[in-house]
């Protein structure tokens, strides 16, 4: 499918373009204060033409041909500028009046319109190259997590990804140059976020709704991350950087190399990095309720050793660019709290030898990926049509889950995503873009913790954005309409469960044969699934006035339809990741685990949502504050049972049991080895907050900027698990010309309100570092120190599964070095 996709989409722009008359364009670019504009960029949208303004704030086009001219202006100290003069038939002067900001404007590529931060009609990060190399992690979810709105799963420091506004896993989409990863971390927490960021030109994250253009799995939010791995043009000269350092809390050792060049119309990129740590120091014990074996000061089974490459090749000429790319992907990392309890003693083992057999327990996965992707962009190729996008990337990806040194669970997933969009050319000022997608998934599982069927996941769906200014005013409107099918492999579903009886029968009265009576029951049965079939519409409306100079307020009102994950679906096994037992939407099971031949109808979910976001961008000031409110109908979540699942083999070991007590004893023993059954519902839930981020500048060198968000989610009187508690963070940084600092502290209030199996969380507070010095002024050449959580806090994450047996790493200091060029 990829294949025949790629060709087509070569043979199309093999077309040639129509023939048009070359005109001249010209013009001035100013500020309000009539000051000239120098360096800024001017394209012609739809083609390949780009200039920059000089000195004086002058740009000229010559040899114009597209035949519907669209100028775009952009510079990060200014709000966007552009103008649609229509079908041209000779020469044009456009000039152009930018209006000033204090914060970096940059243009979000994740937004099919290409608007800018300050322009989005929704809130909306982009972390820039040059703050992504100052806060990178070993995962997508730590790098992000000061983010507003954004928190991490922290599955250990090994495996995390971004929680955003409360949503993680099928809510938030991940994906890399607009086209989704196609991994497995959406199934399950301790699967890690295959998007490689370390090479990253920047991170961009929408929050809230972004099922538009990326799909009901976006219903929560998009995280998109953005590289060079197909260059668009061809850059006059070699360009990249090299990257290496250390770090002392858990003795890592990191190193990196990014490249792009080219000649003539070939362009080319390269990039890789190399990652291989140690397990991590922390402050005091991993559980919160340590037993007498645990050894305080690391976290075991957080070691990692990763290897990436990526290479790409594009051509580009004036008439637009394609280009491939590959990426490999091989990924060793421990995760912590994932024993599998074989505490089984061997045949012929002494105690002391068990002992140590069972100290070296634990999981490793070990990740092989393997990403194409291929991009391209079509100028003017018809009539009407400004542009025309493609985007395509296929990733055979396979982790396999080693467990005392045998391979217990195999994780496979091939997965196709198709993008093309069309830029229409302006009508009555209306800018839009309508496109279709289209994505393939072939997902299997085969072992202890394959939990879930082998399903095949397709999806096929059209899109329409469209957006108009009116003065101060951008008015934005969208649809889409996506059909979801699930096609899942049939499954023996065995269920063994405790009850949890109250009963005490006293041996003296004679009641010894009462004894723990049906103490536990098995239930199995076979399933054949009949294809699942979903059709999710989503709507949007939103408003972005500039009611007064260097001041904005945007208005977003939406509705969602997310279609049911496979996970929520399917889910018929023990997830150990996250301790449970889980239970499918499509299962009807009673109160006693007794699950009936009859299959639950499911539901899409619905979110009807209201975003509201001021923003302050001129002076030496500015902020952005943000407000949201989200009512979802036959909302998706995990509830308890008083059920427990037995691990297989109870029965067997109960049988040589023959003493009564000890045979009750031995049933308690198994009762808290099983885990926690729960079991997918739907129910209407509400979930509102608030998110802010400022900053003062003190003078041209010292600015103090601050930060905070606050998520409330719940159904009925119940709360949903595991939401991000109030957080506060503040900064103060130093800009030197050689010199450059920063010192931040972000505090964590303590997490109450939980649902019924949740336990509350401690607050904390962690204080960083960092100190960068250039040591040329030639070259870019970098030496710096980050200091983190200095003061050595034992910090436990309530988003995490692992929260009671994995705290945050103590004290780090990271020592690097890097060369850009």
Same mark, same amino acid.
């Given at each position: 499918?990829?294949?025949?996709?790629?060709?087509?989409?070569?043979?199309?722009?093999?077309?040639?373009?129509?023939?048009?008359?070359?005109?001249?364009?010209?013009?001035?670019?100013?500020?309000?204060?009539?000051?000239?504009?120098?360096?800024?960029?001017?394209?012609?949208?739809?083609?390949?033409?780009?200039?920059?303004?000089?000195?004086?704030?002058?740009?000229?086009?010559?040899?114009?041909?597209?035949?519907?001219?669209?100028?775009?202006?952009?510079?990060?100290?200014?709000?966007?500028?552009?103008?649609?003069?229509?079908?041209?038939?000779?020469?044009?002067?456009?000039?152009?009046?930018?209006?000033?900001?204090?914060?970096?404007?940059?243009?979000?590529?994740?937004?099919?319109?290409?608007?800018?931060?300050?322009?989005?009609?929704?809130?909306?990060?982009?972390?820039?190259?040059?703050?992504?190399?100052?806060?990178?992690?070993?995962?997508?979810?730590?790098?992000?997590?000061?983010?507003?709105?954004?928190?991490?799963?922290?599955?250990?420091?090994?495996?995390?990804?971004?929680?955003?506004?409360?949503?993680?896993?099928?809510?938030?989409?991940?994906?890399?140059?607009?086209?989704?990863?196609?991994?497995?971390?959406?199934?399950?927490?301790?699967?890690?976020?295959?998007?490689?960021?370390?090479?990253?030109?920047?991170?961009?994250?929408?929050?809230?709704?972004?099922?538009?253009?990326?799909?009901?799995?976006?219903?929560?939010?998009?995280?998109?991350?953005?590289?060079?791995?197909?260059?668009?043009?061809?850059?006059?000269?070699?360009?990249?950087?090299?990257?290496?350092?250390?770090?002392?809390?858990?003795?890592?050792?990191?190193?990196?190399?990014?490249?792009?060049?080219?000649?003539?119309?070939?362009?080319?990129?390269?990039?890789?990095?190399?990652?291989?740590?140690?397990?991590?120091?922390?402050?005091?014990?991993?559980?919160?309720?340590?037993?007498?074996?645990?050894?305080?000061?690391?976290?075991?089974?957080?070691?990692?050793?990763?290897?990436?490459?990526?290479?790409?090749?594009?051509?580009?000429?004036?008439?637009?660019?394609?280009?491939?790319?590959?990426?490999?992907?091989?990924?060793?990392?421990?995760?912590?709290?994932?024993?599998?309890?074989?505490?089984?003693?061997?045949?012929?083992?002494?105690?002391?030898?068990?002992?140590?057999?069972?100290?070296?327990?634990?999981?490793?996965?070990?990740?092989?990926?393997?990403?194409?992707?291929?991009?391209?962009?079509?100028?003017?190729?018809?009539?009407?049509?400004?542009?025309?996008?493609?985007?395509?990337?296929?990733?055979?990806?396979?982790?396999?889950?080693?467990?005392?040194?045998?391979?217990?669970?195999?994780?496979?997933?091939?997965?196709?995503?198709?993008?093309?969009?069309?830029?229409?050319?302006?009508?009555?000022?209306?800018?839009?873009?309508?496109?279709?997608?289209?994505?393939?998934?072939?997902?299997?599982?085969?072992?202890?913790?394959?939990?879930?069927?082998?399903?095949?996941?397709?999806?096929?769906?059209?899109?329409?954005?469209?957006?108009?200014?009116?003065?101060?005013?951008?008015?934005?409107?969208?649809?889409?309409?996506?059909?979801?099918?699930?096609?899942?492999?049939?499954?023996?579903?065995?269920?063994?469960?405790?009850?949890?009886?109250?009963?005490?029968?006293?041996?003296?009265?004679?009641? $010894?044969? +009462?004894?723990?009576? !049906? %103490? &536990? #029951? @098995?239930? /199995?049965?076979?399933?054949?699934?009949? *294809?699942?079939?979903?059709?999710?519409?989503?709507?949007?409306?939103?408003?972005?006035?500039?009611?007064?100079?260097?001041?904005?307020?945007?208005?977003?009102?939406?509705?969602?339809?997310?279609?049911?994950?496979?996970?929520?679906?399917?889910?018929?096994?023990?997830?150990?990741?996250?301790?449970?037992?889980?239970?499918?939407?499509?299962?009807?099971?009673?109160?006693?685990?007794?699950?009936?031949?009859?299959?639950?109808?499911?539901?899409?979910?619905?979110?009807?949502?209201?975003?509201?976001?001021?923003?302050?961008?001129?002076?030496?000031?500015?902020?952005?504050?943000?407000?949201?409110?989200?009512?979802?109908?036959?909302?998706?979540?995990?509830?308890?049972?008083?059920?427990?699942?037995?691990?297989?083999?109870?029965?067997? $070991?109960? +049988?040589?049991?023959? !003493? %009564? &007590? #000890? @045979?009750? /004893?031995?049933?308690?023993?198994?009762? *808290?080895?099983?885990?926690?059954?729960?079991?997918?519902?739907?129910?209407?839930?509400?979930?509102?907050?608030?998110?802010?981020?400022?900053?003062?500048?003190?003078?041209?060198?010292?600015?103090?900027?601050?930060?905070?968000?606050?998520?409330?989610?719940?159904?009925?009187?119940?709360?949903?698990?595991?939401?991000?508690?109030?957080?506060?963070?503040?900064?103060?940084?130093?800009?030197?010309?050689?010199?450059?600092?920063?010192?931040?502290?972000?505090?964590?209030?303590?997490?109450?309100?939980?649902?019924?199996?949740?336990?509350?969380?401690?607050?904390?507070?962690?204080?960083?570092?960092?100190?960068?010095?250039?040591?040329?002024?030639?070259?870019?050449?970098?030496?710096?120190?980050?200091?983190?959580?200095?003061?050595?806090? $034992?910090?436990?994450?309530?988003?995490?599964?692992?929260?009671?047996?994995?705290?945050?790493?103590?004290?780090?200091?990271?020592?690097?070095?890097?060369?850009?060029?």
């Amino acid at each position: 499918m990829l294949r025949k996709s790629v060709i087509g989409a070569a043979v199309v722009m093999a077309l040639g373009a129509q023939a048009t008359v070359a005109a001249t364009i010209e013009g001035k670019i100013t500020n309000q204060a009539g000051t000239a504009v120098e360096g800024a960029e001017v394209r012609i949208e739809g083609s390949k033409q780009v200039t920059f303004t000089d000195a004086s704030g002058y740009y000229k086009f010559s040899d114009v041909k597209a035949p519907h001219v669209h100028l775009h202006v952009y510079s990060p100290d200014y709000i966007h500028g552009d103008n649609d003069l229509g079908d041209i038939s000779g020469d044009q002067v456009a000039d152009f009046v930018l209006t000033p900001v204090s914060v970096e404007n940059i243009v979000v590529t994740a937004s099919v319109l290409g608007s800018s931060v300050l322009e989005s009609v929704t809130p909306v990060s982009v972390i820039d190259e040059y703050q992504l190399r100052k806060i990178q992690a070993e995962t997508l979810g730590e790098t992000l997590k000061n983010t507003p709105g954004v928190h991490s799963t922290y599955f250990g420091p090994v495996a995390s990804s971004p929680v955003i506004r409360g949503n993680d896993g099928p809510r938030v989409k991940i994906v890399q140059n607009g086209l989704d990863v196609s991994d497995v971390s959406r199934i399950g927490p301790d699967h890690n976020v295959a998007a490689n960021s370390t090479s990253a030109t920047q991170v961009e994250v929408l929050r809230g709704p972004a099922t538009l253009q990326y799909g009901s799995g976006a219903i929560g939010g998009v995280v998109n991350v953005v590289d060079k791995r197909i260059p668009r043009e061809v850059p006059a000269g070699l360009e990249g950087d090299v990257e290496a350092n250390y770090a002392t809390v858990n003795d890592g050792k990191f190193g990196r190399f990014n490249l792009t060049g080219g000649q003539n119309n070939i362009a080319f990129h390269v990039d890789g990095f190399k990652r291989k740590t140690d397990n991590v120091d922390i402050p005091g014990y991993a559980s919160v309720n340590p037993d007498e074996d645990e050894q305080p000061g690391t976290l075991e089974s957080s070691a990692m050793d990763t290897t990436n490459i990526t290479a790409g090749l594009s051509l580009a000429d004036d008439q637009g660019y394609f280009g491939f790319s590959v990426e490999k992907l091989d990924n060793l990392y421990g995760v912590p709290g994932h024993s599998h309890h074989h505490e089984e003693e061997h045949e012929g083992e002494t105690e002391e030898e068990h002992a140590e057999h069972a100290g070296e327990e634990g999981t490793n996965l070990d990740v092989d990926m393997t990403r194409y992707q291929a991009a391209g962009e079509w100028y003017s190729p018809f009539k009407g049509i400004s542009s025309l996008k493609f985007g395509a990337a296929y990733t055979d990806y396979e982790h396999v889950e080693i467990e005392d040194g045998q391979v217990g669970t195999r994780f496979t997933n091939q997965g196709s995503d198709i993008r093309l969009a069309a830029t229409h050319a302006d009508i009555d000022a209306w800018h839009g873009v309508f496109g279709l997608q289209y994505h393939n998934s072939d997902y299997a599982a085969e072992g202890e913790e394959a939990y879930t069927p082998p399903t095949e996941t397709e999806s096929m769906a059209l899109f329409l954005v469209e957006q108009k200014k009116f003065g101060s005013v951008i008015l934005e409107l969208g649809g889409r309409l996506e059909r979801t099918t699930y096609n899942a492999d049939s499954i023996d579903f065995e269920l063994e469960v405790a009850e949890h009886e109250e009963e005490h029968h006293d041996e003296e009265e004679g009641h $010894e044969d +009462e004894h723990h009576e !049906d %103490e &536990h #029951e @098995e239930h /199995e049965l076979a399933f054949n699934f009949d *294809e699942y079939a979903f059709t999710s519409s989503s709507l949007s409306a939103g408003v972005n006035w500039e009611y007064t100079p260097g001041y904005s307020v945007a208005l977003t009102l939406s509705r969602n339809e997310r279609a049911p994950s496979m996970q929520e679906l399917f889910s018929a096994g023990q997830h150990l990741a996250t301790q449970t037992f889980e239970v499918g939407l499509v299962f009807d099971m009673d109160e006693d685990g007794e699950v009936s031949e009859n299959l639950r109808s499911v539901k899409e979910e619905v979110s009807n949502n209201i975003d509201l976001t001021f923003r302050k961008f001129s002076g030496d000031s500015g902020y952005t504050l943000s407000f949201f409110y989200n009512q979802a109908d036959d909302y998706i979540y995990q509830s308890a049972t008083d059920l427990t699942a037995l691990a297989h083999g109870h029965e067997e $070991e109960e +049988e040589e049991v023959h !003493d %009564e &007590h #000890e @045979e009750a /004893e031995e049933h308690e023993e198994h009762a *808290e080895e099983g885990t926690p059954v729960y079991y997918f519902n739907q129910d209407d839930a509400t979930i509102y907050g608030v998110e802010a981020e400022g900053f003062v500048d003190l003078n041209v060198n010292w600015r103090v900027s601050v930060f905070g968000d606050y998520i409330r989610a719940k159904i009925d009187s119940d709360n949903l698990p595991r939401i991000p508690p109030l957080r506060l963070g503040s900064t103060i940084s130093y800009e030197g010309e050689a010199l450059s600092s920063e010192l931040s502290v972000v505090w964590y209030d303590d997490q109450t309100k939980t649902t019924q199996y949740e336990t509350a969380t401690d607050g904390y507070t962690l204080v960083n570092a960092s100190v960068d010095y250039r040591l040329s002024d030639t070259q870019d050449w970098t030496v710096y120190v980050r200091a983190n959580n200095l003061f050595d806090e $034992e910090a436990r994450v309530h988003t995490s599964f692992l929260k009671d047996q994995a705290p945050l790493p103590g004290r780090n200091f990271t020592l690097g070095t890097r060369l850009s060029f």
